[in-house]
């Protein structure tokens, strides 16, 4: 079966600045392919700091009306969108399945993820509001009233193409600001068409830029957007080095960040849990889009006691796993976004071997009859904490087993690690889930449940995973800065 889409026209080939569908100035692009067997879909603009610059030239221009466009009316327009989005679910799934490689199921559910944000924010948007401050002087009335920051620069990873971008898009017009966007180099069909949606829904010219470009100009694109003091928020998801360039390059100009940055993420299993819900939990956090998430487990903790009977059962659920293409309906671990990352997941296999691991399920590179990106769902027991698999994020489907033997060892181990995304446990004792999720240092926690993502959570992390939330009642306060009001002589 081969992957198509029914309407070609959801793929798109142009940058959208000032509600215009365009080339860049110089005529470059950048190619697109599908990772399940690298044949070509689609070529877009790679463009230049001159096209960042005019998409932040229409952002500003487009800004004054857009904050002055009551909240309400721009709740509506998101809901409009929310619509085209969710009736172009099949062809949005089938598109995001095409660029990134993951199952279609999962494209399909990525697009009500997706959507789910857009209408929480048009429902959001409304009831935006401020408070009035009891004065500690006679006279005075004081109020505290919630702004839009200005032109927001929404730069997005690859792992989840409608997502993320809507997770920050949405927000961001709810509140009222304006947006230049940058897709990754490796999925921005699904983000063109997500903004052609947007413009079919009425939202304004200007509103939304969005700007394509390959790893070697996104600097340019980039550095342009740093460097402009109207552009006044960053909203990054993708590596800690990145995020850590991004907050020292937007000092200069003082800009707010929200950084959702790399994890590594814990997976404890105590000795009292139900491990048929924990081998559960497991599979469906560390194998969505085939462990290319940051909120994945990456290490996982097992208590002695249980370790023989957990690592039976998740064998034969590894083992089982269907790797394959997206056209395949029946595949459940899509191809790896490219032959770099398929490497990278290798060398922590060996790693790990040569650090005294065995190897329980998988760990070859490909199977026989696929392409490159292919890499077999592994599991390994008696993973030594000094493996590369423990400290750095593997991104692919393989799970590191590790043992412990007291409650504290688990929560230091889990805890060893600068980053704070995401951390799971399972465990049926009350007083260990209080304890536990108080001491894990992540701004996520599962607690018996390994599908943690919703639009109405906070979702964000601490430490070196980054700041800011997105989601939730919480997403909006990062587009938005608060502005005091002091009205004296009051008679
Ligand atoms: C991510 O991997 O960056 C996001 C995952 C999610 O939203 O659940």
New binding site residues.
């Given amino acids: 079966m081969t992957l198509t889409l029914e309407r070609g026209d959801l793929i798109l080939n142009s940058n959208y600045i000032a509600g215009r569908w365009c080339e860049a100035a110089d005529g470059a692009t950048l190619t697109v392919s599908n990772p399940a067997d690298m044949q070509l879909i689609a070529e877009v603009p790679d463009s230049s700091a001159e096209e960042a610059r005019a998409a932040a030239d229409a952002a500003h221009e487009a800004f004054a009306a857009w904050r002055a466009t009551p909240a309400k009316r721009r709740g509506e327009l998101l809901k409009r969108w929310h619509a085209l989005v969710m009736a172009h679910q099949e062809d949005l799934g089938r598109l995001i399945s095409l660029e990134q490689g993951k199952p279609l199921v999962e494209g399909q559910g990525e697009v009500l993820?997706a959507a789910s944000y857009i209408e929480w924010f048009a429902e959001e948007a409304p009831r935006i509001a401020g408070e009035m401050i009891a004065a500690p002087v006679a006279g005075r009335r004081m109020l505290a009233v919630k702004e839009p920051v200005g032109v927001v620069a929404v730069i997005t990873?690859w792992?989840?193409p409608a997502?993320?971008i809507a997770?920050k898009i949405a927000p961001a017009l709810a509140a009222g600001c304006t947006v230049v966007a940058k897709p990754a180099e490796d999925t921005p069909l699904t983000s063109l068409a997500l903004v052609r949606l947007a413009e079919e829904a009425g939202i304004p010219a200007g509103v939304i830029n969005i700007v394509c470009a390959s790893r070697g100009r996104t600097p340019e694109v980039v550095d342009a957007w740093l460097e402009d003091a109207r552009v006044r928020k960053i909203s990054f998801?993708g590596s800690t080095p990145v995020g850590k360039h991004l907050a020292r390059a937007s000092a200069d100009t003082l800009k707010k960040l929200s950084l959702?940055l790399g994890g590594n993420a814990p997976f404890i299993v105590f000795k009292d849990a139900d491990l048929d819900a924990a081998v559960e939990g497991l599979m469906a956090a560390k194998f969505r889009n085939g462990g290319?998430?940051?909120?994945?487990p990456n290490r996982v903790y097992v208590q002695d006691a249980v370790l023989g009977a957990f690592a039976d059962k998740l064998a034969v659920r590894v083992a089982a796993l269907r790797v394959g293409p997206a056209s395949d309906p029946a595949s459940q671990i899509g191809p790896m976004i490219n032959t770099r990352a398929v490497d990278k997941i290798l060398v922590h296999i060996d790693d790990a071997l040569t650090q005294g691991a065995r190897l329980l399920v998988g760990g070859e590179r490909v199977r026989a009859d696929l392409g490159p990106n292919y890499v077999s769902p592994t599991l390994l027991a008696d993973v030594a904490p000094a493996a590369r698999l423990c400290h750095e994020e593997t991104f692919g489907p393989v799970v590191p087993l590790l043992r412990f033997e007291a409650e504290e060892e688990a929560v230091a181990a889990s805890n060893a690690t600068p980053f704070g995304l995401a951390s799971y446990f399972y465990s049926e004792s009350v007083s260990r889930i209080h304890r536990v999720a108080d001491a894990l240092e992540a701004g996520i926690v599962g607690i018996n449940e390994g599908a943690?993502?919703s639009e109405a959570a906070p979702?964000g992390g601490i430490k070196e995973s980054g700041y800011g939330r997105e989601g939730s009642v919480h997403g909006l306060d990062d587009y938005q800065h608060i502005k005091y009001l002091c009205q004296g002589n009051l008679r």
Avoid: K, L
Avoid at 292 to 296: A, I, L
């Fill in positions: 993820y990873p792992n989840f997502a993320m997770r998801t959702e290319q998430t940051c909120v994945c943690v993502a979702f």
